[in-house]
């Protein structure tokens, strides 16, 4: 096995350490910057930085049944020190797997079992405290975690505020004065590196321990957190069927709108509709529309936008000659009169479990609908959550799981049409804004091929959806 300093200039050397101007992932720029995964093509390196793992936990007598590296690049590091030494493994799961057994932790275990995790580089420590609440979410027990390098930035205070241990095997400035010894890098650098650690420490005792840090969840997970039978199911066809596109079917004829749902119908989870758009409507194409919604597993939204005061919208809701709620699952409601429409709406589409969204931001240039007026509908939707199940806007509004996030203003390309409308991709709305479900009009029914159109928009949606497990 190599002395820690051959090891130092075989990293260099290989340029698993590098210096100059990097932006890393939390948008700082730094003078240095690691990358390990270059030592899979290189197996003496890896091997040697695996018996110094190995070695600096056996020495500090650590406990373990098992060993977990964060993935990816300690997963082939904790390969070779299980192989090598006999020690069983687990693997946890980046992604969270949407289909099977739905494991996170693939392995043999108990629960109680203590494992430890290994890593290439700790920064913060917030890697590896993912890792370790995956595996604490198992039963499994986690006191020590051994890494290769050590930036220094507070990762092993962070650790030992949730009860790891961290073990290093060199820390920065013990590299740096490495490298400088052997002539890889000037005191100029060294200087900077020491300068941007005392400037960049990530530590700040007063964040909350891991158990609290923000976990996204799954559809199947959000499924289960709700209460109304509505959104439960909702969010089980979007994992049934992997989509989280609604179709607006902004067409005008009981026949274009028939035929789209039926060929959509496949790819969506809701189809959203403007009944008073129908040049002929009549009760046949609501009964067509109630079974194609059977047949291909929708939900039906009208997009109805009520925005009266109790007593009307009661009756434009139940009566007139559309009858609604006698068909649509979903209706929404501007905020805009005050909690007296939720009664209103609630007294007639309660009884026949249907919902409403509330209409708390606008896709549209100009909306007067932001700041206050978002967080009173957040607040007035949060208050009736026997019957409003989320909103219309264009990000993610509440914490509460339960809550679905849907939104407007979805095309493959941003951009805006001649009369306000403002158009973001399915990723910014998804990935980047936590909503949870885009709605696509034009996109799809303006398009030359409009199942093909809905096939993109429905993988697009799912993908960024996976997006946020990475
Ligand atoms: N819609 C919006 N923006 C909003 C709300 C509703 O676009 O803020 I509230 C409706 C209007 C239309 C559909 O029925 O969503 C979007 O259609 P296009 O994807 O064709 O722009």
């Known amino acids: 096995m190599a002395n820690l300093k051959d090891l130092a200039i075989q990293l260099f050397d290989i340029q698993a350490v590098k210096f100059g101007t990097f932006t890393l992932k939390s948008g700082i720029s730094s003078p240095v910057y690691f990358d390990l995964r270059v030592i899979v ?7 040697s930085v695996s018996e110094f793992m190995w070695k600096a936990v056996k020495d500090a007598e650590c406990e ?62 917030s890697s590896v405290l993912e890792t370790v609440k995956s595996l604490q979410d198992e039963g499994l027990v986690v006191t020590d975690a051994v890494v290769l390098l050590d930036r220094e930035q507070g990762g092993s205070k962070r650790l030992a505020q949730n ?71 909702l969010f089980s066809i979007m994992q049934e069927k992997r989509t989280n596109l609604a179709l ?25 509709t403007h009944i008073d ?57 501007h905020a805009v009169p005050g909690p007296g429409i939720i009664q209103g709406l609630k007294e007639v589409g309660a009884t026949k479990n249907r919902a409403c969204l509330m209409l708390a931001q606008m896709s549209s240039k100009g909306t007067l609908a932001k700041d206050t007026y978002t ?5 007035m939707a949060e208050g009736n959550k026997d019957f409003v199940i989320g909103f219309i806007c264009t990000e993610k509004l509440s914490s509460d799981p339960a809550m679905l996030h849907m939104t407007p203003g979805v095309q493959l390309s941003a951009g805006v049409d001649g009369l306000g409308q403002q158009y973001l991709t399915p990723q910014e709305v998804i990935t980047n804004r936590e909503s949870d479900v885009i709605i696509v009009g034009r996109g799809i029914t303006q398009s030359a091929n409009p199942m093909q159109a809905a096939k993109e928009y429905q993988e697009a949606g799912f993908l960024a959806y996976q997006a946020l497990f990475n």
Request: glycine content about 6%; some cysteine.
């Open 163 to 233: 009860n790891i241990r961290l073990h290093s095997i060199c820390s920065i400035s013990k590299l740096m004065l490495i490298l400088l010894e052997a002539g890889k890098v000037d005191q100029k650098m060294v200087n900077q590196v020491q300068k941007f650690i005392t400037e960049n420490n990530t530590f700040n005792p007063e964040a909350k321990p891991a158990e609290e840090v923000k976990k996204v969840l799954t559809y199947v997970e959000r499924a289960a957190q709700c209460t109304h039978p509505l959104s439960k199911r």
């Open 248 to 272: 607006s079917a902004d067409v005008n004829t009981a026949a274009e709108l028939i035929q789209m749902a039926d060929s959509i119908g496949p790819y969506i989870c809701v189809l959203k």
């Open 41 to 47: 093509s290189y197996p003496k390196i890896m091997r």
């Open 64 to 125: 373990y049944a098992s060993i977990c590296g964060v993935p990816y690049t300690a997963l082939p590091i904790a390969t070779c020190m299980s192989a090598d030494h006999d020690i069983p493994m687990l693997i946890r799961r980046k992604e969270a797997k949407g289909y099977g057994t739905k494991k996170i932790i693939e392995g043999h275990f108990s629960a109680g079992d203590k494992c430890l995790i290994a890593e290439d580089v700790v920064t913060s420590g």
């Open 375 to 379: 967080a009173e509908s957040v607040k």
């Open 277 to 333: 758009i129908i040049e002929d409507f009549s009760a046949d194409l609501i009964q067509k529309l109630s079974s194609l919604a059977a047949k291909h597993n929708f939900i039906i939204f009208e997009d109805r936008k009520f925005a009266d005061i109790g007593n009307t919208v009661k009756q434009q809701y139940g009566g007139g000659m559309y009858r609604i709620s006698e068909w649509a699952d979903i209706i929404n409601a």
